[in-house]
């Protein structure tokens, strides 16, 4: 009871106040504010929510600011003409945005029936081949069949449904400054999960090979444009750990969901993305319709749940951890009072 009664305080107050204080105004700030006077930890625990947190909490929630369908379903919408084009198909979508947007701006694509938490699809992975193991690099698991090897029984690295069906449009953002589009700086370091990008996922490594060696004698998987090392031209950025692919692999829980693209955060652009007139230029790889799904661009300026957000699962791991250690503690209590209580009796 009293573990319930804790976890179900500390969930509260975890949702109430750090979590939306951290998201808009950032973890230093909720520093600066609480840590010189405990006293507000307390404080949120037995006041009801304010004004303001209650409307932070409201807006850490509906995120969603600006959405753009970029699919082409219908004949005359932008990009009509690549729904039925073969590879790399470019398209352009403008739109305006009619209010500033302050920064950091999260950019982030949202698939629309989209079924990424089917079991037989969420399986279709080798871990081991994910963290940089070489036997299982050219010798990848069961699961992933039928995109374990390719038509010349060559080993597919990375392995399985999941990564074949990897979102690759590649979009690019201008922005119309007096006449002439200027392009928007897109960040794409930093949108992944820390544990993923440094734990999870690794490259193969032996010696001192070069990745484009190791993945010598596998195939790129069959829906994909590019090699596998050759997904940037960065080299902590490439391979198994390219960020964009890290946010694919971590499968989505609901067929309509949004994933981290890019943050816009420097350049002209490092106050935010002013109001005004866009163009979104889109090479065309990724095609939803035949199977009824819708693509959108999503322009946010709060980041929930999407890409980068360790706090929350350091949260997570922190109450999960007290937890275990409060029902540790109540056990030992049990446990000698129960001896207690047979002794009096
Ligand atoms: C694309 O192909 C489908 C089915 O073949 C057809 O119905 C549709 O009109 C085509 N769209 C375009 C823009 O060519
Ligand atoms: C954006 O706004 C400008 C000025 O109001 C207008 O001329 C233009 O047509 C708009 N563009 C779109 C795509 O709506
Ligand atoms: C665009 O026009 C605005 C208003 O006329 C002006 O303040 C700004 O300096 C211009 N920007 C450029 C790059 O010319
Ligand atoms: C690294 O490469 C150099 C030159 O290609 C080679 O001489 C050296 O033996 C290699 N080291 C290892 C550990 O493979
Ligand atoms: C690697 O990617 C670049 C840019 O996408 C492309 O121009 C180049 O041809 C690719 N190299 C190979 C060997 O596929
Ligand atoms: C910012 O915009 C100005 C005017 O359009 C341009 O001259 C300058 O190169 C831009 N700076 C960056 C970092 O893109």
């Known amino acids: ?5 804790l976890a179900a305080a500390a969930w509260h107050w975890l949702l109430q106040d750090i979590v939306p204080v951290y998201q808009i105004k950032g973890i230093s700030k909720l520093f600066k504010l609480c840590l010189p006077k405990v006293q507000c930890f307390c404080d949120s625990l037995t006041s009801p929510p304010s004004e303001r947190q209650f409307n932070a909490l409201l807006m850490s929630v ?16 932008p990009c009509n003409n690549c729904v039925n084009a073969s590879d790399r198909c470019l398209c352009d979508f403008t739109f305006n945005i009619t209010e500033f947007f302050p920064a950091p701006v999260f950019m982030y694509y949202e698939l629309s029936d989209f079924y990424q938490n ?11 081949q994910l963290s940089g193991d070489l036997d299982s690099l050219k010798n990848p698991a069961n699961e992933c069949a039928p995109y374990r090897v390719d038509s010349g029984q060559k080993p597919i690295a990375p392995c399985g449904a999941v990564a074949n069906s990897m ?11 007096n006449g002439t589009f200027v392009e928007v700086p897109l960040n794409g370091k930093g949108i992944s999960w820390w544990t993923d990008y440094n734990i999870k996922f690794r490259n ?4 001192n090979q070069s990745l484009t060696d190791l993945f010598k004698g596998t195939s790129k998987p069959q829906n994909w444009l590019t090699e596998v090392w050759n997904l940037s031209s960065d080299p ?3 391979g198994f750990i390219n960020e ?42 990724f095609h939803v319709l035949s199977f009824n799904g819708r693509k959108k661009i999503v322009f946010s300026t709060v980041s929930w749940m999407g890409g980068k957000n360790p706090f929350l699962g350091i949260a997570y791991l922190v109450f999960g951890s007290l937890c ?21 009796i």
């Open 1 to 5: 009871m009293i573990l319930f009664a």
């Open 62 to 77: 509906a995120s969603l600011l600006a959405n753009y369908d970029y699919t082409g379903a219908q004949p005359g919408e």
């Open 118 to 128: 089917h079991y037989r699809y969420m399986i279709s992975r080798d871990e081991n």
């Open 167 to 177: 979102f690759n449009d590649v979009l690019t953002l201008f922005y119309n400054e």
């Open 204 to 207: 193969p490594e032996n010696g």
């Open 236 to 238: 902590f950025n490439t």
């Open 244 to 285: 964009d692919f890290l946010v694919w692999m971590r499968s989505a829980a609901l067929p309509t969901f949004r994933k981290l693209y890019r943050r816009i955060e420097s350049g002209n652009f490092t106050d935010g993305l002013r109001a005004g007139e866009y163009q979104l230029r889109i090479q065309y790889n």
């Open 324 to 344: 275990t250690v409060f029902a540790i503690i109540m056990l030992i209590v049990f446990l000698k009072y129960q001896g207690k209580m047979d002794e009096d």
